[in-house]
């Protein structure tokens, strides 16, 4: 009786690929852009649930490895001319060596003092780069980056091309973060965030494993901010600010921790919600607090950790054998 219910869980998987992959030719420009923005946003809301969802450690600074990934497109491209196939790696290890240099502060506490901390530290990164003048432009950014020049038959200037590459680089971090979290490695994360005592019982290095997490989660986000630089050709201090931290958790809080795909549809919603309500009211952040706790109130597990209850709920018991 449980055969099909793994395939039956890739059936809406598979048809919103489907549609991603063939829909914006047929979408206007507006909401193209809001598409382009969820997918990005979706790889740094996925890497904060590596956090969040599989080691239960929420984080108010996951911003800050967004913004370093994204100033590393600015400067690299702006002031050396770099081309992507340098700026992509140079990102990315900067984002890891930032969230290991913050893990070795951060994992000292637990609970909401790890929150604290993470909030300190995201403002930080987000005081050097208001400050630093000299090297981030302040609070003007840096601005004109143009579009990067992969080895492609089309250029990625266009809005549809770009919506591709930023669909592909999004379809690569959840492949990564699948793999990691179906994992031995991951099944030990989720063991750590159940019961770091009994972990430590059986052997396992607790803090590294919460380390190791940190340390991955910030370098797939910065991985979203080489995309969101290529994609705003801007990168300025607001990308680093808190309100963005707590967008993404949000994101994360909405659509389902630890499932991956719960986030990703959380960043679509936040995003679409964002942009579609700022346009009649400035309130729109109590309209986003409006939602999130209603979330919290009737749906503590997200709407993906919704429906999976509703549809295990459904489903028929399976047949007693006759004795």
Not at 190 to 218: A, C, D, N, P, Q
Not at 272 to 297: E, P
Request: charged share 10%; no cysteine.
């Amino acid at each position: 009786m449980s055969g099909p219910a793994p395939a039956n869980r890739l059936v809406v998987p598979v048809v919103v690929l489907a549609v991603l992959l063939a829909a914006p030719p047929f979408l206007s420009s507006y909401v193209l852009t809001l598409l382009t923005q969820s997918l990005i946003y979706a790889i740094v809301a996925m890497s904060l649930d590596l956090l969040l969802g599989y080691l239960g450690l929420p984080s108010l600074g996951h911003a800050a490895y967004l913004g370093v990934g994204a100033y590393s497109v600015g400067i690299l491209t702006s002031r050396y001319g770099a081309g992507f196939g340098t700026v992509l790696p140079v990102g990315v290890g900067l984002a890891l060596i930032l969230a290991a240099v913050f893990g070795l502060l951060a994992l000292r506490a637990t609970g909401v003092y790890f929150l604290m901390i993470t909030l300190a530290l995201g403002m930080v990164a987000w005081g050097l780069a208001y400050r630093w003048v000299s090297l981030t432009q302040g609070d003007n950014g840096i601005s004109g980056l143009p579009r990067p020049d992969v080895p492609l038959p089309w250029s990625l200037a266009g809005a549809i091309p770009f919506y591709y590459f930023a669909l592909a680089g999004f379809l690569l971090a959840l492949g990564v973060l699948w793999l990691i979290v179906h994992s031995p490695f991951g099944m030990s994360l989720v063991g750590v965030r159940e019961s770091e005592t009994r972990m430590r019982t059986l052997g396992y290095h607790v803090w590294l494993h919460k380390y190791l997490g940190f340390v991955i989660s910030g370098g797939v986000a910065g991985f979203g901010g080489v995309l969101w630089a290529y994609y705003n050709g801007f990168v300025g201090p607001t990308d680093l600010d808190l309100s963005t931290s707590v967008e993404v958790l949000l994101m994360v809080a909405l659509g389902g921790r630890a499932t991956l795909l719960g986030p990703a549809l959380g960043a679509g919603i936040i995003v679409f919600l964002k942009n579609l309500v700022s346009v009649y009211t400035q309130r729109w952040l109590l309209i986003l607090g409006a939602a999130y706790i209603g979330t919290i109130v009737y749906a503590p597990e997200g709407i993906v950790g919704a429906v999976r209850r509703l549809s295990e709920a459904t489903e028929p018991a399976p047949a007693r054998p006759e004795a």
